[in-house]
């Protein structure tokens, strides 16, 4: 029988698939994406027909040395990549590389594609396979030369006007734009005072409240009362001619229809469990692939859920076919539909899909599995199931009731209202949660009223309001917002908040995001002079035409021709923008102490503040928040409740912490450092009392039930247990962690000690040396040879990339020699040695298109020489 190889990304898939499929079948993991674009200029050509350089990925090589091995053993070799673009392109890549190294003769490959990890989806995948889709390795493609031809071209432009580190992407600027424009029309609000007016009273020993909706014939709109002087005009107005009674003028009923959401998709699975769970949208992904990919469930290793990567939200016929009969069998004929519950795809930009997220078996009841899984698996799961369960459920019905009354004269109407479930449908089995919204389905009680019925007022007031501003997004939020506006895809949005929050462009503080002042900058800076390319429209066509290319509708090639001819005209012409126009913003007020200049808003090293542009000879300043920038040394945020003592703000050598009263003799008194992400304007009362209540007690470990903390040190945020301490990451909150995540995070393998380098960001282009990461005495720094350079914000210790590296390695370089000769003290270069073998492939477009024409010439923009 002939021997097959069988190729997966992840090794946790390959153990599942081996017992499928038998000692016939090899089965091995590529962990991933196995090539990625050189990191230098000129990766993506767009003079050359755009043509793609790709180079092996160092962390992989081992992984493909492996799979080309036993390719020679093997007959038939099945790609069983992702279902998706990105799977294609992997199973895509990994047949160039095989063909390059001249392994596949008398080889069959062929491409696997299956949604579930299931025997039988397995089995049948492999008895059908099919050639790779050239349309989905195109758009993937795609997608790539235009996420770096933003990034290469935008990401050196902010060094330059803005500070060293930023970055910009093609949806991860406007995913910031809608972070800041919330946050601009915070700013901009003015809230508004109101008064709504009610009176409480109870018949047959049931309370209730009415509000007041029409006075003297008039209909009420928000702020008619709008003062406490006409609340009380109307209130005394009511008393003197009501003669505390009201009459019943007006009874309504009605039915109201409740039906259930669809099965998941990757967008609503993300938002349902932040809310629902309080995950983030990165550790939702990571416990639904786990799911996928297979858990032991007492002697088989089977997927619980269907691919978690997907815009449908449809279910296939056998799915329904059995959702349906579980639920007659377990809830009874009156919880079924006569027909089955289609729903419509609802996704600005649906990619290819197969069907939703749901479980293999719907026979496998979170009850029958919780056994198996650890807390996060088990909580997602169950949520999973319900909400495919419900979605083929009959809808609750509840029965409404408006009673209208009259107090002193039929002009003043006053409306109760109430509601009873009284068939309960899919609430049966499960309960969408909201974000930012009332739910409008809780049980309300009224009595029971009929025309005429007199009662009388126990009570007649009013209640003053306060208009408030739009709420900041919160994960959940965000989420909805990206696919509403088809800025990106659902699989990348965890990615997108997770890029933002490591930039430092936004924090997540009380689970909403807020901005920062360098993401306020960056943004304004890109909205004003790049406005075109973070538009939501823009970025959502561009999407549309990915999907375009991907059902072979477009050529991918003149999607980037057209993309890049302006772009690249842009960049050139923004050059030229100072950099006091991008950090400065004037203000419509003149300096209090030289009254010659008007101040301006600027970018500082600790934020925002607003200053005199006479400096040196006028030096006012003030922060923001318009106290003294004189005394922004210390600054006093307010009373800690618990011991009555001031909290004082204040700098130290390690940056900016709080301090909780006076030293007291030899008591010190209590100090916690301000973490990073918090910028010291930000701090206030409440921010205050979350950072003294550090360390936060998060309960007995489950293995010897000493305690688990979380607190933050002079390092950040982290977790300990037992004298053992890890890092909590960036995107993840020291308030919010729970107690599983900590025992998680303290399971994680420590990076290897000593001081060695904390991670090769890859080879120097120029002779293929290593380019390292190092943590200094004085701060983390890059090293190339004998080149050391220094990172110029320390938070670029988990983000810096290998062409950052090359950029500061290059500027120091150029510092430290003589121009036209060689450093003092250096020693004539030796011969070189022979190249190494080359790993980088130059890749024309996949399918040979017509050439383009060369109107215009843009050249991508280079990084700086060393001088």
Excluded at 194 to 216: P, V
Excluded at 627 to 654: C, H, N, W, Y
Excluded at 697 to 724: C, T
Aim: net charge positive.
């Amino acid at each position: 029988m002939a021997s097959h190889l069988l190729i997966v990304e992840s090794p946790s898939k390959a153990k599942t698939l081996k017992k499928y499929l038998g000692k016939d079948y090899e089965i091995l993991a590529s962990y991933g994406h196995v090539r990625d674009l050189v990191p230098k200029t000129g990766a993506v050509d767009p003079d050359d027909n755009f043509r793609m350089t790709y180079e092996l990925i160092d962390r992989n090589s081992k992984h493909v040395d492996s799979i080309t091995k036993a390719v020679k053993n093997a007959d038939i070799i099945l790609l069983a990549t992702d279902p998706d673009r990105e799977g294609e392109a992997i199973a895509w890549h990994l047949s160039e590389i095989l063909k390059s190294r001249k392994v596949l003769k008398d080889k069959k490959m062929k491409r696997v594609v299956f949604y579930e990890i299931t025997e039988g989806a397995v089995v049948d995948a492999v008895k059908n396979p099919r050639a790779i889709s050239m349309d989905l390795v195109n758009a993937q493609q795609a997608r790539r030369a235009l996420d770096y031809l933003v990034g290469f071209n935008l990401s050196p432009l902010l060094w330059k006007k803005i500070r060293r580190g930023l970055s910009a992407g093609r949806v991860q600027s406007p995913a910031l734009r809608l972070i800041c424009e919330r946050e601009n029309e915070i700013d901009a609000f003015k809230s508004q005072e109101y008064w709504s007016i009610h009176f409480d009273s109870e018949k047959d020993r049931l309370a209730f409240t009415a509000r007041l909706t029409h006075f003297e014939g008039d209909k009420l709109d928000q702020f008619a009362v709008g003062d406490a002087k006409r609340n009380e005009e109307v209130i005394s107005f009511l008393e003197k001619h009501g003669h505390g009674s009201a009459r019943v003028r007006e009874v309504e009923k009605k039915r109201k229809l409740k039906s259930p959401a669809a099965p998941f998709t990757t967008s609503t699975l993300q938002q349902e469990a932040v809310r629902k769970l309080g995950f983030s949208t990165d550790r939702a992904m990571k416990v639904a692939q786990s799911l996928y990919e297979g858990v032991n469930i007492g002697r088989t290793v089977t997927g619980l859920i269907t691919y978690m990567r997907t815009d449908s939200v449809t279910l296939s016929k056998e799915a329904m076919t059995d959702i349906r009969g579980f639920i007659t069998k377990n809830y009874g004929p009156e919880f079924l539909p006569k027909a089955p519950v289609f729903y419509a795809n609802k996704t600005k930009n649906a990619q290819e899909a197969h069907e939703a997220i749901r479980p293999t078996s719907i026979s496998r009841t979170p009850e029958s599995v919780a056994a198996f899984l650890n807390d996060e698996q088990r909580k997602l799961y169950e949520m999973i199931w319900k909400r495919a369960v419900s979605s083929q459920m009959m809808p609750a019905q509840f029965d409404t009731v408006a009673v209208d009354f009259t107090v002193g004269g039929d002009g003043n109407v006053f409306r109760a209202t109430g509601q009873t479930m009284i068939f309960a449908g899919f609430y049966k089995v499960y309960h969408e949660d909201e974000d930012d919204s009332a739910a409008d389905d809780e049980e309300k009680r009224l009595p029971q009223f009929k025309e005429g019925d007199t009662v009388s007022i126990n009570k007649l007031y009013g209640e003053q309001h306060f208009t408030q501003p739009p709420p900041r997004y919160s994960e959940a939020s965000l989420v909805k917002a990206l696919e509403q506006y088809g800025i990106g895809r659902p699989s990348t949005y965890a990615s997108i908040i997770s890029t933002l929050q490591k930039r430092e462009y936004v924090i997540l503080d009380k689970k909403r995001f807020t901005p920062t002042d360098v993401g306020r900058v960056v943004n304004k800076f890109l909205s004003e002079h790049f406005a075109h390319w973070v538009d939501y429209e823009f970025t959502a066509k561009l999407e549309d035409e990915l999907d375009d290319i991907s059902n072979g509708k477009e050529e991918w090639i003149p999607v980037l021709e057209r993309f890049w001819k302006d772009f690249s005209k842009q960049v050139g012409e923004k050059e030229s923008v100072s950099r006091k126009e991008v950090t400065q913003e004037e203000m419509d007020e003149v300096c209090p102490k030289c009254g010659k200049h008007k101040l301006t808003l600027r970018l500082g090293r600790r934020g925002r503040f607003i200053g005199c542009p006479g400096y040196p000879e006028c030096d006012y300043t003030r922060n923001v928040d318009g106290s003294d920038g004189a005394s922004a040394e210390k600054r006093e945020i307010g009373i800690d409740p618990k011991t009555e003592k001031v909290i004082q703000l204040l700098f130290g050598p390690f940056g900016p912490y709080l301090q909780v009263g006076e030293m007291e003799g030899e008591k010190k008194p209590k100090r916690v450092s301000v973490p990073k992400n918090i910028l010291p304007d930000n701090v206030n009362l409440d921010i205050a009392l979350m950072l003294i209540a550090l360390p936060r007690d998060l309960g007995p470990h489950p293995e010897d039930s000493k305690k688990v903390y979380a607190n933050i040190g002079r390092f950040g945020p982290y977790v300990s247990h037992d004298g053992q301490f890890k890092s909590i990451p960036k995107d993840e909150s020291v308030f919010d962690i729970a107690l599983e995540r900590a025992v998680a995070l303290l399971k994680e393998p420590k990076a290897a000690g000593g001081r060695g380098a904390l991670k090769v960001l890859g080879k120097h282009p120029e002779d293929g040396q290593a380019v390292s990461l190092y943590a200094g005495k004085y701060g983390p720094y890059v090293k190339h040879g004998k080149v050391n350079a220094t990172l110029p914000d320390e938070g670029m210790i988990k983000t810096v990339t290998l062409e950052e590296a090359i950029e500061l390695l290059a500027a120091k370089a150029g510092r430290g020699g003589k121009k036209g000769g060689k450093a003092k003290g250096a020693k004539a270069a030796k011969p070189a040695k022979a190249a190494p073998k080359a790993k980088a492939v130059v890749e024309a477009p996949a399918v040979t298109k017509p050439k383009m024409k060369k109107k215009v010439k843009p050249k991508a923009a280079k990084l700086k020489k060393a001088a």
